[in-house]
């Protein structure tokens, strides 16, 4: 019974942590990967053209 108690109160004294700041970072994590990639492929699209416009 005293065991019971003791859990009873150790539950009640630790808050559970916000959820809200994981979702923004995990936003800001895909926003970073998505303009990355779009950055990356801009510059193998720029790399392209310039290849072919420099080899006709």
């Known amino acids: 019974m ?3 108690v003791n859990t009873a ?3 009640t ?3 559970a942590p916000p ?3 994981d979702l923004l970072g995990e936003a800001h994590l895909a926003t970073a990967g998505v303009v990355m990639t779009a950055w990356i492929g801009g510059l193998i699209w720029g790399g392209v053209a310039l290849v072919i ?4």
């Open 9 to 11: 109160a150790t539950d």
């Open 53 to 56: 416009w420099l080899l006709p």
């Open 19 to 21: 959820r809200g700041s």
């Open 2 to 4: 005293t065991q019971e």
């Open 13 to 15: 004294q630790t808050p």
